[in-house]
């Protein structure tokens, strides 16, 4: 399967607990995004990457995410210390950026805060 | 602040009729719409529009963008059951990122 993976597919976890999401991109891909989706909502974009460089991130990134994507292939995403509110669907997307930037979303993981 | 809005939020169908769906915009620095399928899994990607008037179609699907009126429609004509999902619309503006709107749950009956 040459699409983005996304791992682990659900997690559980008990409040204040870190977790942490791995994103495997399209491997020809330069840009990679994460992206949050609550029940009844379309994604909410958090922070994206052009190789390993993080570009911009969301006032809804608090301190206890964090982000990285250090050779520009794989990402991680971890959440410091959970809270039940963070309890949602994370999202990874990738492109090759430039004009016609599609972006193609792996599967998600869904968190579960107790 | 930019926002997509996506109407109508929910809609029933059965097989065989025609629907559209619609989503308007307010987005500094438009670059382009898109048109995903939600099931209950990833976002699967249906369309990009970029410039208006010009229609997109894929089998059944069809869409179409108006940029001086902001907003766009995705038809889908003789639907089917497996075009059972939530329909996303998705404008990216240019710090690459997309705002997405709520959706259109669709569900279409035998």
């Known amino acids: 399967d040459t699409g983005v993976s996304q791992n682990p597919r659900h997690k559980i976890t008990k409040r204040g607990q870190n977790v942490t999401f791995r994103c495997d991109p399209i491997?020809?891909?330069?840009?990679l995004y994460w992206y949050r989706q609550t029940l009844g909502q379309g994604p909410e974009f958090l922070t994206y990457?052009?190789?390993?460089?993080?570009?911009?991130k969301s006032r809804l990134l608090s301190d206890r995410f964090s982000a990285e994507r250090p050779k520009g292939s794989f990402s991680t995403l971890e959440i410091q210390r959970t809270e039940q509110g963070d309890s949602a669907m994370y999202l990874c997307?990738?492109?090759?950026?430039?004009?016609?930037?599609?972006?193609?979303f792996g599967a998600g993981t869904r968190l579960s805060v107790l | 602040e930019d926002k997509v809005v996506q109407s109508p939020l929910s809609l029933v169908v059965h097989e065989g009729d025609t629907v559209t769906l619609n989503c308007s915009y307010e987005?500094?620095?438009?670059?382009?719409l898109l048109w995903y399928k939600q099931e209950k899994k990833a976002p699967t990607f249906l369309f990009m529009l970029?410039?208006?008037?010009i229609e997109k179609k894929s089998g059944r699907l069809s869409s179409i963008l108006d940029k001086k009126e902001l907003f766009s429609i995705l038809n889908i004509t003789a639907t089917q059951t497996g075009d059972s999902a939530v329909y996303l619309c998705?404008?990216?503006?240019?710090?690459?990122?997309?705002?997405f709107g709520t959706g259109t749950r669709l569900q279409v009956f035998p």
């Open positions: 998705a404008v990216e503006n240019n710090t690459d990122k997309l705002i």
């Open positions: 987005v500094t620095n438009f670059r382009s």
């Open positions: 990457f052009q190789n390993e460089a993080q570009l911009e």
């Open positions: 970029t410039s208006s008037g």
């Open positions: 491997s020809e891909h330069n840009r």
């Open positions: 997307a990738s492109s090759h950026g430039g004009a016609g930037n599609i972006q193609y």
